[in-house]
């Protein structure tokens, strides 16, 4: 697979094209683009993704608007992209310079740098500035400009199109079950881990503090069933996310994510951990002193390695 970091960098031909954010890779931006490859796989032609990064929601949000959350790094993204048989990945900075782009200027630009022969969309999908060349634009110019353009219908669930905003719903109401069903995989949050409190080693339940890219999505607060992967494996845990309210009632800091990996006895301090979404278990709450805290951990300790035994 080829990787080019911008379109100006791109030198391709005869290439069916998909362009989009695909933040999450989720099963819907999979759908598109297994369509598209079967098809070029049919044609004996090239295929291509063109991403962008930041979001364009991210740059051309109203001022005062919440912040952006993406469901993956561009790490991730970009990971998963490579699971797929793509012959190119384009990396597209976006900025308030790029998204002023008129819609025929941006189609030249896919012509002459990625010799778009096909291009692959979903029926809400526009390209230009202020989003004017939707897909009655783009099919005029096919007709014109010697490319196909091809509209695949949304892959559906529940009579719902798949969709990045569906899933952040869902985390966001604790449902991490139903994100899976959506992206087609277990949600995962990823990061170093960093020194905390210490706390949970003194109560014996030592945790693993995960410092988290501060544009990513994070799931309601709360305790959840989680597989942590680190060195290649993949072990069961319990990860608890949210203000700690029992130690800290000032709530002026922000949340955290801490994870106990089950049955494991090593030093993770400054390695990379990544912490896979199963279930919730319940939502955060105050406890009254340590002991029915500690009580409640052994509970939630033993309900996760009940319901990850059953999920393996």
């Known amino acids: 697979m080829q990787y080019f970091e911008s379109i100006d960098r791109a030198e391709l031909r005869g290439t069916y094209l998909a362009v989009g954010s695909f933040d999450g890779l989720h099963r819907g931006h999979r759908h598109l683009l297994e369509t598209m490859l079967a098809a070029a796989r049919e044609d004996h032609a090239s295929s291509a993704v063109v991403t962008f990064f930041p979001h364009p929601r991210s740059v051309l949000g109203p001022a005062g608007s919440p912040p952006f959350r993406y469901l ?53 999908f526009a390209v230009g500035r202020r989003r004017e060349g939707d897909v009655a634009y783009l099919t005029d110019k096919s007709l014109t400009e010697g490319f196909s353009l091809y509209v695949v219908p949304p892959l559906a669930k529940d009579g719902e199109p798949i969709s990045s905003t569906g899933i952040r719903s869902a985390l966001a109401a604790g449902d991490p079950i139903g994100a899976a069903e959506l992206l087609g995989r277990l949600f995962s949050l990823s990061g170093p881990v960093v020194h905390g409190a210490g706390r949970g080693r003194k109560m014996g339940v030592p945790t693993a503090n995960i410092s988290l890219w501060p544009e990513i999505t994070v799931p309601a607060y709360g305790v959840y069933a989680t597989w942590s992967i680190t060195g290649g494996k993949r072990i069961p845990s319990v990860t608890s996310i949210g203000l700690r309210p029992t130690f800290e009632p000032d709530v002026s800091h922000k949340a955290t994510v801490e994870t106990h990996l089950l049955d494991f006895d090593g030093d993770l301090y400054g390695s990379s951990l990544r912490v896979e979404f199963a279930a919730r278990l319940r939502p955060e709450r105050k406890f009254p002193d340590m002991e029915t805290l500690r009580t409640q951990m052994a509970e939630d300790m033993k309900t996760a390695r009940r319901i990850l035994r059953e999920e393996r």
């Open 72 to 124: 993956t790094t561009l790490d991730e993204r970009l990971a998963l992209l490579r699971t797929l048989p793509l012959d190119a990945v384009v990396l597209q900075p976006f900025d308030i310079e790029f998204s002023r782009i008129v819609a025929g200027d941006f189609l030249h630009l896919l012509n002459r740098k990625l010799g778009m022969r096909s291009l692959w969309c979903g029926p809400n």
